[in-house]
C-alpha cells in the first residue's frame, strides 16, 4: 500500500508549528539570551583580568588578582549550572513548584537574607508550563536579590483565586544598576517573556531604590489544566 501525502496539510503544517516546536525554539533561544547576557560579560572580564597579570611584578598584588579571578571563576561555575537546572529542572518534576520555590530558603540564608514565602493554592492542577514558567520567573527574582540589591528580606506570595492567580514578589534592597534606566537587563525581559507566554500582566515599581516590587496576574483557564 502506497502512503501519500497531503501538499496543503504540510503547507499547514509549516504555516503552524505545534506548541512542541514553538516551545523548542523559545526554550533555545531563552539559553541563548542566558549565554550571551550572562556568561559572555563575564568570560571577557576574565579574560581582561588574566591578562592584567602579565605586567605585575608584585607578587602580593598578583596573589591579590589571581584570588579575585578564583572567585569570579566561581560564580561563573554556578551561572553555568543554574542554566544547566533551567533546562531540566528535576527538582520540579519531583517535588512541585511550591516544594521547589521553598528549597530556595537555603541558597537564600546562607546569603544572610531572611525568605518570608506564603502560598494559598492547589498546585496540582497547574499545567506543566505554568510550573516552569513560574518556577524560572521566581528563580529569575531571587536570583537578581541576591546577585545586586543587597537586600535583608524577600518575600514572595502566592494565591489562587477561583479566576486569576496572584504572585508578589518584594525586597528591602536597592537595584542601583535599575534606577533610572529602562528594564532591559538583570534578566527582567527573560521574565517579561515568561508572564507573556502565559498570557499574564506583570507590574514592576518606577525603581528599584526603595527595594523591588513585582505583581504577577495570570488568569487561571491559562494556568490550570480544564
Known amino acids: 500500500m502506497k502512503l501519500t501525502t497531503n501538499p496543503k496539510l504540510n503547507s499547514l503544517s509549516r504555516l503552524n508549528p505545534p506548541k512542541k516546536a514553538i516551545?523548542?525554539?523559545?526554550?533555545?533561544?531563552?539559553?541563548?539570551?542566558?549565554?550571551?547576557?550572562?556568561?559572555?560579560?563575564?568570560?571577557?572580564?576574565?579574560?581582561?583580568r588574566v591578562g592584567s597579570i602579565k605586567g605585575i611584578l608584585n607578587q602580593k598584588e598578583r596573589d591579590t588578582i589571581l584570588d579575585e579571578i578564583a572567585t569570579d571563576i566561581d560564580f561563573l561555575i554556578h551561572d553555568i549550572r543554574k542554566i544547566?537546572?533551567?533546562?531540566t529542572p528535576d527538582k520540579l518534576q519531583r517535588y512541585g513548584l511550591f516544594r521547589s520555590i521553598e528549597d530556595f530558603r537555603s541558597?537564600?540564608?546562607?546569603?544572610?537574607?531572611?525568605?518570608?514565602?506564603?502560598?494559598?493554592?492547589?498546585?496540582?492542577n497547574l499545567k506543566e508550563e505554568a510550573r516552569i514558567n513560574i518556577y524560572r520567573i521566581m528563580m529569575e527574582l531571587i536570583n537578581n536579590s541576591i546577585k545586586h540589591s543587597r537586600c535583608k528580606i524577600i518575600k514572595l506570595f502566592f494565591k489562587t483565586y477561583p479566576d486569576k492567580t496572584i504572585i508578589v514578589y518584594t525586597d528591602d534592597g536597592c537595584q542601583k544598576e535599575l534606577i533610572g534606566n529602562s528594564y532591559s537587563g538583570m534578566g527582567l525581559n527573560s521574565i517579561r517573556s515568561r508572564v507573556d507566554a502565559l498570557k499574564g500582566r506583570i507590574t514592576f515599581n518606577k525603581d528599584f531604590q526603595n527595594g523591588a516590587f513585582c505583581q504577577i496576574l495570570f488568569e487561571n483557564k491559562t494556568l490550570l489544566k480544564q
Open 84 to 87: 544547566i537546572r533551567n533546562i
Open 23 to 48: 516551545h523548542l525554539q523559545q526554550e533555545r533561544k531563552r539559553i541563548a539570551d542566558d549565554l550571551h547576557d550572562e556568561i559572555g560579560p563575564m568570560l571577557a572580564t576574565l579574560k581582561l
Open 107 to 124: 541558597l537564600v540564608q546562607k546569603n544572610n537574607i531572611h525568605f518570608d514565602f506564603r502560598f494559598e493554592g492547589v498546585e496540582n
